[in-house]
């Protein structure tokens, strides 16, 4: 399927919208991390609570977008995503196989080593250190890596082009707000994320899609779940 010419402005009132407000919320939401008590009171899991609320937002902003596409007569093509919706669920299938491969090989892992507790504990907290952690983790990753290429790639850097604005230097004022959609995360490790913000946008402009950049993506989120065998003896 071929990308279709995009033949109106996005306003720039719907780009700050989307690339200020949303990462003013997903920091706020990652205050959290600070005040654990707000979740942990009410019975649940803090981890496993995060994640579901991460998922559920990371699900509103591709709802949002889609909106802000449509009331402008744009479509998921311009942007960079290609995928015909049968295509796009062959692409989740595809995904979901082999996260959950990788879950089995590691609790079989686990099962069968002898994991220090002492060096599980000093794993870094975002990493899943449960099976049901693992799952939550597997299934937002899902949507974290489709929800942020869509939003500070294919939305961010079109949208700012579409304005006339140089495509490199769209590629750089779109990888700063991707830095803060982490939240609290993105303090020290700012520029991790500014360095991976450049360059999955600059991966965008020469490839002009999505779908490898989603993948790449899906793989760093699923790495984060291996760094639990370093417990194991």
């Known amino acids: 399927m071929q990308q279709n010419t995009i033949t109106s402005k996005m306003p720039l009132n719907k780009i700050f919208a989307v690339l200020i407000g949303f990462p003013v919320i997903s920091t706020l939401i990652s205050l959290l991390l600070l005040n654990r008590r707000v979740i942990t009171s009410l019975g649940l899991d803090?981890?496993?609570?995060?994640?579901?609320?991460?998922?559920?937002?990371?699900?509103?902003?591709?709802?949002?977008?889609?909106?802000?596409?449509?009331?402008?007569?744009?479509?998921?093509q311009e942007i960079g995503f290609t995928l015909s919706k049968k295509k796009t669920i062959y692409f989740t299938v595809g995904y979901l196989l082999f996260a959950f491969a990788l879950l089995i090989m590691i609790e079989m892992a686990l099962s069968h080593g002898n994991v220090d507790l002492q060096k599980l504990?000093?794993?870094?907290?975002?990493?899943?250190?449960t099976t049901t952690a693992r799952i939550i983790f597997i299934l937002m990753g899902?949507?974290?890596?489709?929800?942020?290429?869509?939003?500070?790639?294919?939305?961010?850097?079109?949208?700012?082009?579409?304005?006339?604005?140089?495509?490199?230097?769209?590629?750089?004022?779109?990888?700063?707000?991707?830095?803060?959609?982490?939240?609290?995360?993105?303090?020290?490790?700012?520029?991790?994320?500014?360095?991976?913000?450049?360059?999955?946008?600059?991966?965008?402009?020469l490839l002009k899609k999505l779908n490898i950049l989603i993948v790449v993506h899906w793989l760093v989120i699923l790495s984060a779940m291996v760094a639990v065998l370093q417990a194991v003896n």
Request: no cysteine; glycine share 6%; net charge positive.
């Open 121 to 129: 504990n000093a794993i870094s907290s975002l990493t899943p250190k």
């Open 142 to 205: 899902l949507v974290a890596g489709i929800s942020e290429e869509i939003v500070y790639r294919g939305f961010a850097i079109k949208a700012l082009a579409s304005n006339h604005l140089n495509k490199w230097i769209s590629v750089l004022i779109a990888a700063v707000p991707f830095i803060f959609q982490h939240g609290l995360k993105s303090i020290d490790q700012i520029w991790w994320f500014l360095s991976w913000g450049i360059t999955f946008g600059i991966l965008f402009i």
């Open 46 to 76: 803090f981890f496993n609570t995060f994640w579901i609320i991460i998922t559920v937002w990371y699900l509103v902003q591709l709802f949002l977008v889609s909106k802000i596409l449509k009331s402008e007569g744009w479509g998921w």
